[in-house]
């Protein structure tokens, strides 16, 4: 479901979308697609539009053209504003309209310590153009990064609350507790070395007491 409208509605006006999708903590990669669509009787050729984000959660590495782009020989350039905005640029060197579809796919990388829940990958300062060069009227829909509370090919408990079910996705997070973990274990044995070098110390303080 969308996540927001940042937009008031027109009865005519290009519709550009992001969408929802489920992501884990540790998820590298993770794809947002933005859709586009043209109003009845017009053509969109060019689009400009900034993509905010909490950088706590994810950051943005990257945009990849989706169908609709690709089909339309269209360029994908983002540009970073700053470390939770960016300003995304489609368009390209002729006239070709774009189609109705997926025009990006916006790619997060989630934290490790990313919270539960739904966070806003939001749209705005939306700007598309015909093949001419002219503004069209635009609606523009956020999307969203939704976390899960499992870790990604971890065991989930059915619905029913009988057997359990595998969630999908790989082993990325997985490898991220397994380092986690290993890092907790150098820890633990430098302390305990640290320790015996202490105690060491004293001893020998004793030892050269008269």
């Known amino acids: ?6 937009c ?10 992001a969408g929802s999708v489920q992501v884990y903590p540790g998820e590298t990669g ?10 009845a009787g017009e053509e969109v050729a060019a689009v400009t539009v900034t993509i905010e984000y909490d950088d706590v ?12 782009a690709e089909s339309a020989g269209k360029t994908v350039t983002l540009n970073m504003v700053d470390g939770h905005s960016a300003r995304l640029v489609v368009a390209g060197l002729n006239q070709t309209p774009i189609p109705d579809g997926t025009l ?4 997060f990388d989630v934290s490790v310590f ?4 739904a966070h806003e990958v939001a749209l705005s300062e939306a700007a598309l153009s015909d093949p001419f060069g002219q503004p069209l009227f ?5 999307g969203a990064l939704v976390v899960s509370d499992a870790f ?3 065991v989930a408990e059915g619905e029913d609350g009988e057997g359990e079910t595998p969630l999908p996705g790989g082993c990325q997070c997985a490898g991220a507790k397994a380092g986690a973990q290993q890092l907790l274990d150098v820890l633990g044995d430098l302390l305990v070395g640290l320790l015996a070098l202490a105690g060491m110390a004293v001893l020998h303080a004793r030892c050269g007491q008269p």
């Open 152 to 154: 990604e090919g971890e």
């Open 30 to 39: 993770a794809q947002v697609p933005v859709r586009v669509a043209a109003d």
């Open 1 to 6: 479901m969308p996540f927001a409208v940042l």
């Open 57 to 68: 959660l994810a950051i943005l590495t990257d945009a990849a053209a989706g169908p609709a």
């Open 138 to 142: 635009v609606e523009v829909m956020s």
């Open 8 to 17: 008031p509605l027109l009865a005519f006006a290009a519709l550009l979308e």
């Open 114 to 117: 990313a919270q539960p829940g």
């Open 104 to 107: 990006v796919y916006l790619i």
